[in-house]
């Protein structure tokens, strides 16, 4: 797996909109929806419920963003 995904994944589950986390990445909106669609596709389950506003949560997203932002904490080196 892209070591990339986890940060773009919770980046979309912070702001619940692909175009805002996309702008706090310093990317582009396209290639950050290719990013979670990959992501989607290699874990098997949809993380995200898509509409015109923005995006929500599904039960198997709520559950990568909580295990997500503690593997992040335990991989940063706090100096």
């Not at 980046?11 to 990445?25: D, F």
């Not at 979670?36 to 290699?42: Q, S």
């Amino acid at each position: 797996m892209d070591p990339r995904l986890p940060r773009c994944f919770l980046a979309v589950t912070e702001e619940l909109h692909i175009g805002r986390a996309a702008t706090r990445l310093h990317m582009r909106q396209p290639p950050l929806s290719r990013a979670i669609r990959k992501l989607e596709a290699d874990l098997g389950a949809p993380l995200f419920d898509r509409t015109a506003a923005g995006v929500t949560l599904t039960p198997a997203g709520a559950l990568g963003r909580d295990r997500g932002r503690s593997e992040l904490l335990e991989a940063t080196p706090f100096s």
